[in-house]
Nanobody
């Protein structure tokens, strides 16, 4: 069973919206941080947004004001609400989670979900 399960990707027109979800299994332990990275075609994977256990958020400059990250700790779920999508947002989006288990922190990555924004 996958430790991180992503959903919500798809094809939308420019200006549209999508909400990505990522559910972490309980096996990751106590979640310290959750977030999203993306990899645009031909480019290096880059950070999109993160949210800490305390609720602090961080966004890439390119998505500020358009994307919102949120979480539901009881469900081990992180969301990325994406609005005002642009063609340059087209990428594979990867969920990641840092969990604390057995007094150790471990990073987990999802398999990625495709987001395509048409002009």
């Amino acid at each position: 069973q996958a430790q991180l399960v992503e959903s919500g990707g798809g094809l939308v027109q420019a200006g549209g919206s999508l909400r990505l979800s990522c559910v972490a299994s309980e096996s990751v332990g106590s979640i310290i941080i959750m977030g999203w990275h993306r990899q645009c075609p031909g480019k290096q994977r880059e950070l999109v947004a993160t949210i800490t256990s305390g609720g602090s958020t961080n966004y890439a400059d390119s998505v500020k004001g358009r994307f919102t990250i949120s979480r539901n700790n009881t469900k081990n779920t992180v969301y990325l609400q994406m609005s005002g999508l642009k063609p340059e947002d087209t990428a594979v989006y990867y969920c990641y989670v840092v969990g604390n288990r057995l007094i150790r922190s471990t990073s987990y990555w999802g398999q990625g979900t495709q987001v395509t924004v048409s002009s």
